[in-house]
């Protein structure tokens, strides 16, 4: 300090003459604070309240049992550090829920053992680390477009490259494992899906997962799966890559978040499944970055999972039953980019209806005019992919049905306010 005094200002000037890297130069900033700061501008009333629908957040708080077992797990010694990989005991349950989750009827047809987990701070760490543990700077990992925007960030920040998989609103925004194999190159390391997908709320089947999981095995190539909103999903299993035929550690990553499901992002807690060998490097780099997931949440969380299902499933249905009620009451010339059969979890991507206006100019009026905050289209994409901007995404898992309308009503208002010339 008393250097800095003596300097004064060229102190001062050096310390503002800081250099970020070339990767967060590269890296896009955080989009939903975005989104927030053109909603500051409404004038919320109580008649007309802010309605937000950008950030997937869970319309309640979590179940009275788990709050309860959170305040109890802060004063069983859960300061101190635990493995790594996280509580054997929460692994364990997890592993035991993932056997009846991805079974039809015989939980031993599901090949995962408490080895194969790991347990991150959220899933975005668990993404972080398995690129981390796979790609080098200048590899290349293959993303299914419009892509979670904060993938395409932490690939950029690390220097891997995304090579983009274009999906359309015709093919139900499902990536094709055919144009998917035509983008491999010796740079490839990984092709990374999300399903259900944010932001499209798109369902990727059991078999088009198959594919794309034979397809990475076959190019000698990693498959991480984001199932963080796996929960939602009411058709029955996901998949059946778990099962011990498929050879799945030979190539596969997937990736769980609790936040969702549980009701419990703010304590940041996730989950990665991969092979034993490959989880000896993922430790290494969760070593680094987060030595190891809160213990608390942890603690709380290990027992009581089989008794949390009956909530888990009832909100999947409460989710089913907004995606309808968004559907019924969207204005007509607002478009879903999703059959109702196909889509699911948190999102809906909607076309929106105005004639030569980006995705961003729709969603920034609909913010500042309407008090509606939405995401653009082309938070999703990169700046110069037409097809994203014309869409803009919901988060239907915010509001009960009251609100829900309240929102489409806007939107239609919107047509009127706007002034915009509408698609014919």
Not at 278 to 291: A, E, G, N, S, Y
Not at 375 to 394: A, H, I, N, S, Y
Request: glycine share 6%.
């Amino acid at each position: 300090m008393w250097l800095c005094n003596l300097l004064g200002r060229r102190c001062f000037s050096t310390l503002t003459m800081l250099r970020p890297s070339k990767g967060i130069l590269a890296t896009i900033p955080p989009p939903i604070p975005q989104a927030y700061q053109w909603a500051t501008a409404y004038k919320a009333t109580l008649e007309r309240p802010l309605l937000d629908m950008s950030q997937g957040v869970p319309r309640n708080p979590p179940e009275l049992e788990l709050q309860k077992a959170i305040t109890d797990a802060t004063s069983v010694g859960a300061w101190g550090y635990c493995p790594a990989e996280g509580e054997l005991s929460l692994r364990e349950s997890l592993v035991t829920e993932m056997r009846e989750f991805y079974s039809s009827d015989d939980p031993n047809t599901v090949d995962i053992t408490p080895d194969d987990v790991a347990i991150t701070a959220g899933c975005n760490m668990a993404f972080v680390a398995a690129v981390m543990a796979l790609a080098d700077h200048g590899d290349e990992i293959i993303l299914p477009v419009p892509w979670y925007f904060n993938h395409q960030m932490t690939l950029t920040l690390l220097g891997v490259k995304p090579v983009p998989l274009e999906t359309t609103a015709e093919e139900a925004f499902l990536p094709s494992p055919q144009k998917c194999k035509a983008l491999i190159t010796s740079k490839t390391k990984a092709i990374a899906l999300v399903t259900p997908n944010n932001p499209t709320g798109a369902i990727y089947s059991p078999s088009l997962l198959a594919q794309f999981s034979n397809l990475a095995k076959e190019a000698g190539i990693a498959l991480i799966i984001d199932e963080t909103y796996r929960d939602f999903i009411t058709s029955g299993p996901p998949h059946d890559i778990f099962h011990p035929t498929n050879e799945w550690r030979s190539h596969l990553v997937q990736l769980y978040s609790f936040s969702k499901s549980y009701r419990i992002p703010g304590h940041r807690l996730g989950a990665l499944v991969a092979s034993p060998s490959m989880l000896t490097h993922i430790k290494t780099v969760l070593d680094c970055l987060q030595i190891c997931a809160p213990r608390v949440p942890q603690i709380a969380l290990a027992p009581l999972l089989p008794s949390l299902r009956t909530s888990i499933r009832d909100m999947a249905g409460q989710l089913q039953h907004r995606h309808v009620v968004f559907r019924q009451h969207l204005p007509k010339e607002w478009k879903t980019g999703t059959p109702a059969e196909t889509a699911g979890g948190y999102y809906a991507f909607v076309r929106h209806p105005f004639q030569g206006r980006t995705s961003v100019e729709v969603a920034k009026r609909l913010a500042v005019e309407l008090g509606v905050i939405c995401l653009p289209g082309g938070f999703f994409c990169d700046e110069d992919e037409e097809g994203t901007q014309k869409w803009v995404r919901f988060s239907v898992a915010n509001f009960d049905d009251e609100k829900v309308i309240a929102v489409c009503r806007r939107l239609k208002e919107a047509e009127t306010v706007f002034s915009w010339k509408l698609d014919v």
